[in-house]
């Protein structure tokens, strides 16, 4: 997931460990003993990295956090109503296919949920899931609107982490949702299979 | 939520007790204690319905299950595919709104989720979720299609709980829940105010 450069390896690794441990045993049932023997570490150089198991989960939730933060925010520079909406759905569904053994944990862990939702706060001072909603339904929707598009972002990211589609491979798994979300909120499909849509931001920012 | 006989009515304020309980305390934060101090009454009476805190969520639980198992059943016996597909969503929505704290609690508590999740498998020994879908998607659908539903189906289920809508009436979170589901899975709008879709069964069931 977290493809780690040289210097920051253990701590890569480490992250990706804790990942899978928290998915198996939850976040409460797994200690910084687990994550050490997992690593075949000791409980020391665990300790080097993170002070707490909070400390772990949110740095496991990090990336995926960041990366919603850029794609709302590249949403927001494109002028027309209908690119801010085609960059959000394409560059929500990446990020939540490129995380989904996260959102899986998300979706079913409270111990993660906790950590999540106060990261969700951090890189602009406002809610994540708020800004999403934003760039998705419009500034001031009607209710019926707000529902709609909250149905279809809620939907998307149960279903992206969802345990029934483990066995699917991230391309196809993007590829329905994508269309699953562009249809079901009115918008236009691709032409063809020739026609892609373009790559969401976070790709092709540098520094990520 | 459950409106108790004179008879079951200890049992009963007893399930709305803890059910507000763990709304906000979680399931594994409230005790029996706890239930028996708000309730105002010995820790023995409590024991006298529910020997443990499982077996109180999983009466919490319950009548939603039962409930959503009437709604497949009677779905299923519908003639055409569209009059199933309508029967479930307007049940499914019914049955959702109906139980709203408790999907709220469904949605963030795994104390719930692990009960309900067994007792989903009670009614008919068949996991009732994948009935819904089944019923919702129809035999062997198409990897596009099941991931569609499934969005719709889980999307509806979690902005039913969400605390976002809280303030918002019964009446009001099932009309729009339910034009919601309606228009993502293409079927057609009621003509006019005066159309309402026919009440789910479980209405009409006797011994509901």
Known sequence: MTAGTAANDTRSRLLDTALK???????????LQMIADELGVTKAAVYYHFK????????????????????IEAARARRTRGAQIDHALAGFVEVIVRHRLLLGLYNSDPGIQRVINRTFQAPRGEDIKTRMMLVLAGKDPSLADAITVHVVFTGIA???????????????????LLDAARRLLGRPRGKGPGKRLPEPALRRSPGV
Chains 1, 2 share one sequence.
Do not use: N
Request: a negative charge; aromatic letters at 4%.
């Open 21 to 31: 441990l928290f998915s198996v045993h939850g976040v409460e049932g797994t200690s």
């Open 52 to 71: 707490t198991k909070d400390e772990i989960a949110e740095a496991v939730a990090a990336p995926a956090v960041q990366e919603l933060d850029q794609v």
């Open 158 to 176: 149960m279903v992206g982490g969802a345990p029934e589609y483990a066995g699917i491979d991230d391309d196809t798994l993007r590829q329905h």
